[in-house]
């Protein structure tokens, strides 16, 4: 241990003192002792007195050989002048003194120097003040857990080398790091760490020769073998990922994949492929598409993927495996289709002709009848009990299906207000939730004398089994002259008391109370140039989600509160979205999701969170989308292709 004490200088000698002509009075104290009843008077001088304060240590951490100033406060508080001896211990042995002259009331720091070259605490004190400060190791290096991040790594793939440093010293400090590769030094990388501190050191090196290599970081040791290359990465160029409407047999393409001797095509029916792969075709590496042999399943779900095989063995897969659906080929564009509510069957009209595809939807899924009709077709709606399908056409006569022995009628309507009165020009039909009757529009003729155009509107109630019309709602009576252009119907309320019609070139909506059998008046939509187009209930009734154009060319999805007459919310769709065909969204019976039609994507939009959430590829336009009673999947009407998309697998 090394001391040195810093001195203060002498202090200055006092002013000369003028002489006084008056004589010095001594202040004594007397102090009486009474012994035996006699009194004597002690007489004393002043003296003095002193106060140590304030001990302070800088730095309270040192290094070792780093000097440590201590320091005190020394205060004479006596009223004569007087020598202060300072003490200095260090772990209560004395190692420094020093003296101090005072004068009264004068106060001086003493400071003494102390240098250690052991680490560890230290206790100083001077008078009765103690304090201690700490001596650090120093910074001291250790190297453990050397990683090699690829043990077998291929030709001209980067390793990482990686070891943890640690400073088990306790004073921060610098090491380099030196890194052998057959004992030849590659690289070398300093750190710098603080006591008590770990790190990682990191190189990446590259091979591109083919053999063993020995690796060596300060002693520490490891080995790796460079191998031949795996087949590199590659993409699936078709089908797209997570598409729909492909064909029973579907075509694939891929990229190159270099190192590649072979590739393995696969389809399954689950994401785990195994006992499930449903398809199998190996291809020379000069093979990069193929064309499906054997037809797969139409309207289901299948896992695919391509993988890349080398000489060695070594495998890379073009994907996460991704998953398409299969349609059922259809003749025609599909404009409008129903799912009956048990999921068993599917009926489809078409764009032009006079046909109805009858679908089974059981497995495997198939066309079970086309039927011929008499007449253009418009839209078309299955009974809640899937006994029935009820088929409306704009220009010619409605039909009713029997979905079990696949014969159908034409409707007849019992017209009460005469013969040639009531024009069936129905484009939409809605079915009941819970009774064999559906619900069409139709035109009453204008009366004798009338202008052509005063068609009135009726809302024609049909007893499904029978074939017959037999009851009608007033909408708009002959004669009115405000009568909306377009007017169809567009929802049913799930208790089956509202029947809710729209135009889009009117900008409108109205509601008909069924039981009452009577039409409400009609809602008119301000600052969109088109629209409502489309709109779907959710399952409490309170919101309809209809689809407008607010401006040409931006189509809007609005939450629309029945009671309140109010938007709540809105989401603008991409413009392919096909916002103003009829049957251009769906709702899932529990109300989450609504899918929506694009014109070449099918999109679901979370209904809680007013956003689209999914969206899908569809090999062929699409123009209508049903959902199923289940909510389990949707059927997507295209041209020339009846699809699937399942929903019950994605939030």
């Not at 095509?265 to 291809?283: M, Q």
């Amino acid at each position: 241990m090394r001391l040195s004490v810093s001195l203060p200088p002498p202090p200055p000698p006092p002013p000369p003192r003028r002489p006084k002509r008056t004589t010095a009075i001594i202040l004594v104290t007397a102090v009486t002792l009474a012994i035996a009843g006699i009194s004597a008077y002690i007489i004393l001088g002043p003296k003095a007195e002193f106060e140590v304060s304030s001990l302070t240590l800088s730095p309270t951490e040192a290094k070792i050989g780093e000097e440590v100033t201590v320091s005190v406060e020394v205060k004479n508080v006596g009223r004569a002048s007087g020598v202060y001896r300072a003490t200095l211990l260090i772990n209560e042995k004395k190692v420094q003194e020093k003296e101090v002259m005072l004068q009264p009331g004068e106060v001086k720091i003493v400071t003494f120097t102390v240098v250690e070259d052991t680490n560890g605490t230290y206790t100083v004190g001077v008078d009765k003040l103690t304090k201690s400060f700490k001596v650090l190791t120093p910074a001291t290096f250790k190297l453990s857990d050397l990683t090699i991040s690829l043990s077998e790594p291929e030709i001209g793939e980067p390793i990482v080398i990686s070891v943890t440093v640690e400073n088990i010293g306790e004073v921060e400090g610098t090491y380099t790091v030196k890194l052998k590769i057959n004992e030849v030094t590659e690289d070398a990388k300093s750190v710098t760490l603080a006591g008590g501190a770990k790190g990682t050191v990191s190189f990446i090196v590259t091979r591109y020769t083919v053999g063993s290599y020995s690796i060596e970081v300060d002693g520490l040791k490891r080995s790796l073998s460079v191998l031949k290359p795996a087949p590199s990465s590659f993409k699936m160029i078709e089908p797209k990922p997570e598409s729909i409407n492909l064909r029973p047999t579907p075509y694939f393409s891929w990229e190159n994949s270099k190192y590649a001797d072979k590739y393995v095509l696969e389809i399954a029916t689950t994401p785990n492929f195994g006992s499930t792969i449903v398809y199998r075709k190996e291809l020379d590496s000069s093979t990069r598409e193929q064309t499906v042999d054997t037809p797969l399943n139409s309207l289901k779900k299948y896992y695919y993927r391509v993988t890349a095989v080398n000489e060695r063995g070594e495998t890379v897969a073009s994907n996460t495996p991704s998953w398409f659906t299969t349609s059922i080929i259809v003749p025609d564009t599909i404009t409008s289709l129903a799912v009956s509510p048990d999921g068993t069957k599917a009926v489809v009209i078409y764009l032009t002709g006079k046909t109805v595809t009858v679908v089974s939807l059981t497995d495997p899924p198939h066309i079970i009848a086309n039927l011929t009709l008499t007449s253009g077709l418009s839209d078309v709606a299955i009974t809640y009990d899937s006994k029935y399908a009820v088929i409306v056409a704009e220009f010619g006569p409605d039909y009713v299906v029997d979905l079990n022995i696949l014969t159908f009628h034409e409707i007849v309507y019992d017209n009460p207000y005469g013969t040639g009165d009531i024009l069936s020009q129905s484009r939409e039909v809605i079915t009941a939730p819970n009774k064999d009757i559906a619900f069409t529009m139709d035109l009453l003729n204008p009366r004798a004398g009338e202008r052509g155009d005063y068609y009135g509107r009726i809302v024609s109630v049909l007893d499904v089994p029978s074939g017959r019309v037999v009851d009608y709602i007033y909408v708009y009576e002959r004669g009115e002259r405000e009568v909306p252009s377009g007017l169809g119907l567009y929802a049913l309320s799930k208790d089956g008391t509202y029947l809710y019609l729209g135009s889009g070139l009117s900008k409108c909506i109205k509601t008909v109370d069924l039981p009452a059998k009577k039409a409400g008046p009609v809602l008119v939509f301000a600052d969109i140039v088109g629209g409502p187009w489309n709109m779907e209930l959710t399952p409490d009734g309170a919101y309809g989600l209809i689809t407008v154009t607010k401006e040409y060319g931006t189509n809007h999805m609005w939450w629309w509160n029945i009671k309140q007459h109010q938007t709540v919310a809105e989401y603008k769709l991409p413009g392919y979205y096909r916002v103003d065909r009829r049957k251009g969204i769906a709702i899932t019976p529990d109300g989450r999701k609504l899918v929506a039609i694009g014109a070449e994507k099918v999109g679901v939009i979370s209904v809680a969170n007013h956003t689209l959430v999914e969206e899908h590829y569809s090999y062929r336009e699409t123009w209508c989308v049903v959902v199923s009673s289940n909510g389990k999947f949707a059927l997507v009407g295209a041209s020339g292709r009846l699809g699937i998309l399942f929903l019950d697998e994605k939030e």
